[in-house]
Nanobody, 122 residues
């Protein structure tokens, strides 16, 4: 069982940066693939990035590649999403999630946080 709590969201101007954090409880955090997803108003939730248990492999959605960086600190049971060069279209609620295997498919993530709002003003 993994309990996830996101933080770090807020309001930022276009071109700015934010770093989201996701703190996890549970002794087996380091064995999970961790992902970030987002849901914009009126749209379905979409994949943003994932990182494998060791941090050795990452994958990004094309829309954020080169601007966002996912990382994790297993000693702190925390996964991060560094977001640079933010655009108005990045405005969404951002969720972190945990999966028992490597995947970018939303339905295969079994544990979810409550989400944190990111608003980018144009």
């Amino acid at each position: 069982q993994v309990h996830l709590v996101e933080s770090g969201g807020g309001l930022v101007q276009a071109g700015g940066s934010l770093r989201l954090s996701c703190a996890a409880s549970g002794r087996t955090f380091s064995s999970y693939c961790m992902g970030w997803f987002r849901q914009a108003p009126g749209k379905e939730r979409e994949f943003v990035a994932f990182i494998t248990w060791s941090g050795g492999t990452t994958l990004y959605a094309d829309s954020v590649k080169g601007r966002f960086t996912i990382s994790r600190d297993n000693a702190k049971n925390t996964v991060y999403l560094q977001m640079n060069s933010l655009k108005a279209e990045d405005t969404a609620v951002y969720y972190c999630a945990a999966a028992r295997f490597v995947t970018s498919v939303e339905s295969q993530y079994g544990f979810w946080g409550q989400g944190t709002q990111v608003t980018v003003s144009a």
